[in-house]
Every structure is written in structure tokens, then in C-alpha cells.
């Protein structure tokens, strides 16, 4: 199984990325599906999660209202559009596909983690 992140960057403050993530070898479409991330020196943290039919979803407190997570089962893939962008957003960002339908904020209910994709924002 892989999760393949893409979509990072290099970007000013204000900006807007969209990270996209894709898996193969097999379907998550049942599965929850989160955006964690990691900045240099702290541990990785929550950004957003989405339930297997897209009718839950999580954020987040400091990207509330400024990040959006989508899915597209019919591509096995979910989305993060980052808006407004802030130095503090700084970090690799990682998708991972969760144990069950609704995996929320917890990391430990993810099983299977992509490679992270680098987003790093100048003020």
C-alpha cells in the first residue's frame, strides 16, 4: 500500500497550496482519511481528518476556516487546499488512511502514512 503526497511548496504568506494525495494497491474508499504535519523540532500534529463518505470532517483549531479537506473515492484520493497561508504553517505534511470509517484527531487510529510532502511559508 502507498499514499503518495504532492503538492507542496515554496510560498509567500497569504498564498494558497493544494495537496493532494493519492493511493494505490488498494482502496480506502471505506476508510477515514487525515492530514497530519510535522515542523522541525516538534512532533507531528493534527491538521484535518475526513470519514470515508465525506460527512464528517475535522479540523484543526489554527486551520479552521483556512484549510479545506476533500475526498474523491473514484480516485482514491483526498485533498487539502491550504488558504491564507502563515509562516507557523511551516512543515512536512503527511496523509494517512485511518483504521475505520471515522479515525478523527488521534494518529494512533491511522494505519497507513504517505511520505509527506514539504510546504514552507516566508513572511
Known amino acids: 500500500v502507498q499514499l503518495q503526497a504532492s503538492g507542496g511548496g515554496f510560498v509567500q504568506a497569504g498564498a494558497s497550496l493544494r495537496l493532494s494525495c493519492v493511493a494505490s494497491r488498494r482502496t480506502f474508499s471505506n476508510n477515514a482519511m487525515g492530514w497530519f504535519r510535522q515542523a522541525p523540532g516538534k512532533e507531528r500534529e493534527f491538521v484535518a481528518s475526513?470519514?470515508?463518505?465525506?460527512?464528517?470532517?475535522a479540523y484543526a483549531d489554527v486551520v479552521k476556516g483556512r484549510f479545506v479537506i476533500s475526498r474523491d473515492n473514484a480516485k482514491n484520493a483526498v485533498y487539502l487546499q491550504m488558504n491564507d497561508l502563515k509562516p507557523e504553517d511551516t512543515a512536512v505534511y503527511y496523509c494517512?488512511?485511518?483504521?475505520?470509517?471515522?479515525?478523527?484527531?488521534?494518529?494512533?487510529?491511522?494505519?497507513?502514512w504517505g511520505q509527506g510532502t514539504q510546504v514552507t511559508v516566508s513572511s
Open positions: 494517512a488512511a485511518g483504521l475505520s470509517a471515522y479515525s478523527g484527531s488521534d494518529s494512533g487510529r491511522y494505519r497507513y
Open positions: 475526513i470519514s470515508w463518505n465525506s460527512g464528517s470532517l
